[in-house]
């Protein structure tokens, strides 16, 4: 796991609300595919924010998405996208 591929990963942690939240949409997507529960998503300045719950289980399966061909497919249709924008 690259210290790069952690950068697209923010999550913040309320222990109270259990809850797992990220602005990486390729993240997100791929919460969403292994059966996360989405509880919001909304937009905060030019940023997404999507709130799942299960913390403990969102965190594994992020890190498990760093590892994962699912990343290497985001950061490719990322650079793709920059390349013409």
Do not use: H, P
């Not at 602005?23 to 989405?38: I, R, V």
């Not at 289980?57 to 990322?78: G, M, P, T, W």
């Amino acid at each position: 796991m690259t210290s790069l591929m952690l950068l697209f990963i923010r999550w913040q942690s309320n222990m109270a609300g259990n809850i797992f939240k990220t602005a990486d949409l390729g993240l997100a997507a791929y919460l969403l595919t292994k059966g996360a529960e989405l509880k919001s998503a909304t937009r905060e300045k030019n940023r997404f924010a999507f709130v799942f719950s299960e913390r403990t289980a969102c965190q594994r399966l992020a890190i498990e998405y760093v590892n994962s061909e699912f990343s290497k497919f985001d950061a490719n249709l990322k650079n793709l996208k920059n390349l013409v924008s």
